[in-house]
């Protein structure tokens, strides 16, 4: 998930071949994840079932931000990002970080289970 989450943070909108690496990384089927908030929202919720989510505004009122929390409430992550499916996506690219068997955590972060934001 590394490089898809390098790729994320690049994304500035639609993009239907980062739509179908995420397909092919998280063994989900295609759909147009980055252009639709359901799509994304699908995504999330076949790679990180019971999770809750949020949507808002983020402080500079222009970027939508999307915060995603695990059903324990033991993990929270947020992004901001320039359409609503893309900072979905990001969130979700850094919620993978905590969740065993989807990615590695970097050095220094905090361990699964503390609060990142």
Known sequence: MGLLKEELLAATG????????????????PAAYTAS????????RHALPGWGWHLGWHADGIRPYASLHDAA??????????????AL??????????VPGTGDPP???APAGDSAR
Not at 37 to 44: C, K, P, Q, R, S
Not at 89 to 98: D, F, V, Y
């Open 37 to 44: 908030i359901d799509a994304a929202l699908d995504l999330i």
């Open 107 to 109: 050095a220094g972060s």
């Open 73 to 86: 409430r033991t993990v929270h992550v947020e992004a901001a990002g320039p359409t609503v499916p893309v």
């Open 89 to 98: 996506l990001r969130a979700m690219g850094e919620a993978l970080i905590h």
């Open 14 to 29: 639609a993009d239907r071949e980062l739509d179908r690496r995420l397909a092919a990384e998280l063994g989900a089927p």
